[in-house]
């Protein structure tokens, strides 16, 4: 059941699931990435499904400007900083001092913010498709924002922003949020912070993603990070994969 909170005055939706079996009390928040929701980046691609029958309580958010949280127009509002914020607030608000983070995309770049800010708070970060762009550029190009402000998807010829405009049409977002969204949240990390993550990290990158960056090259700036590779898939395809869930499953069995 979809639930709401006040994350310092933007409004913002969340699933809160408990396990369907014995409850490991090793709660993990889940972090969508761009145009997407938590339903479709999290429940369509029974990522919560998995997570909760391994015996995980699972938390799941509308990122602002997302599916069913506040839409806002002005770039500055979402500064990865910020988003990082929301989801420290939500562990807050239901009253989880630590857990596990999964972010996929823009949300791994939110989480490896919130690793970095509070470290005290989440066990391990797993970043689903984001590798060394974390640190170098800044993942999706500026024309993501263009796209979203066109008229029509026909007049697009560009492949990356057709296939971005389409996924946020198909997801009914709201695009001059998105545009702001895109120009927003280009913050990258230092080498030097991305040093001082100390959480166990799993980094997991379809080899067919052109989008995240190198996995291995972030890895080696990452005191405590392994790679998983998710054989043969996009940026897209990569999101629901099996060997992407086995891979996150063993991980989270194995880490501290």
Not at 128 to 151: C, S
Not at 161 to 167: D, E, H, P, Y
Not at 202 to 221: E, F, N, Q, R
């Amino acid at each position: 059941m979809l639930q709401f909170f006040n994350s310092n005055g933007v409004r913002l939706a969340f699933v809160d699931q408990r396990p369907t079996g014995p409850d490991l009390h090793e709660p993990i928040v889940l972090i969508h990435g761009f145009a997407s929701t938590h339903a479709v980046n999290w429940v369509n691609t029974l990522w919560i499904k998995t997570l909760t029958e391994a015996g995980r309580r699972v938390i799941a958010l509308d990122n602002r400007g997302h599916g069913q949280s506040d839409k806002l127009y002005d770039p500055a509002d979402y500064a990865t900083s910020l988003m990082a914020e929301d989801a420290r607030r939500l562990m807050d608000y239901i009253g989880i001092e630590r857990a596990d983070v999964m972010g996929y995309s823009m949300g791994a770049r939110i989480t490896a913010f919130l690793a970095l800010a509070h470290s005290n708070r989440v066990r391990s970060a797993i970043l689903g498709g984001l590798g060394h762009h974390l640190v170098e550029g800044v993942g999706l190009p500026l024309g993501i924002a263009d796209a979203m402000e066109v008229p029509s998807l026909d007049v697009l010829i560009d492949p990356q922003q057709r296939m971005f405009r389409a996924f946020a049409e198909a997801t009914k977002s709201d695009l001059k949020a998105l545009a702001a969204c895109i120009r927003g949240s280009r913050q990258t990390l230092s080498p030097q912070q991305a040093a001082q993550i100390t959480s166990p990290v799993l980094i997991a990158i379809g080899t067919k993603d052109p989008i995240a960056g190198d996995p291995v090259k972030l890895s080696m700036l990452l005191p405590n990070a392994k790679v998983l590779d998710i054989p043969g898939r996009d940026h897209n395809l990569a999101v629901g994969d099996k060997v992407y869930k086995q891979g996150v499953l063993e991980f989270l069995t194995q880490r501290p």
